[in-house]
C-alpha cells in the first residue's frame, strides 16, 4: 500500500504563490508516476501536472507557465509551486500517484490519492 499526504494549501490573494506537498510512505518503489489534480465545487476532478519515471513532466494548459511540479525521489516527495494564482484556481488539490510508466489525465487510471489540500484565492 502507499499513503500520500498533502500539506501547504490555504487562502491567498490573486497573483499569490503557495507551494503545496506531498509526502508518500509505503511501497514506494511502486510508484512509476506522480500528479495534482484539483477539484472545484460543483466541477468534476481535473488533472493539473504529472511528472513520469524519467522525471518528465506535463501541466495543464490553464496552469502551464504559472505552475511547476517537482518530484524528489530521495524524500520520497512530491512539490506543486503555483504561482501567479488566479480565482479560478480555487479548489481542493489532490496527490495522485499510479503504477504507470506513461500516466494519463484520467483520474480513473491513478491509483492512489491523497485526502486533499484546499487552496482559495481571493480576488
Known amino acids: 500500500q502507499v499513503q500520500l499526504v498533502e500539506s501547504g494549501g490555504g487562502l491567498v490573494q490573486a497573483g499569490g504563490s503557495l507551494r503545496l506537498s506531498c509526502a508518500v510512505s509505503?511501497?514506494?518503489?511502486?510508484?512509476?508516476?506522480m500528479g495534482w489534480f484539483r477539484q472545484a465545487p460543483g466541477k468534476q476532478r481535473e488533472w493539473v501536472a504529472f511528472?513520469?519515471?524519467?522525471?518528465?513532466?506535463n501541466c495543464a494548459d490553464a496552469v502551464k507557465g504559472r505552475f511547476t511540479i517537482v518530484r524528489d525521489s530521495a524524500k520520497n516527495s512530491m512539490y506543486l509551486q503555483m504561482n501567479s494564482l488566479k480565482s479560478e484556481d480555487t479548489a481542493v488539490y489532490y496527490c495522485?500517484?499510479?503504477?504507470?510508466?506513461?500516466?494519463?489525465?484520467?483520474?480513473?487510471?491513478?491509483?492512489?490519492w491523497g485526502q486533499g489540500t484546499q487552496v482559495t484565492v481571493s480576488s
Open positions: 509505503g511501497s514506494v518503489g511502486s510508484i512509476k508516476s
Open positions: 511528472v513520469n519515471w524519467a522525471d518528465v513532466v
Open positions: 495522485a500517484a499510479t503504477s504507470l510508466y506513461r500516466p494519463t489525465v484520467v483520474a480513473g487510471n491513478w491509483n492512489y
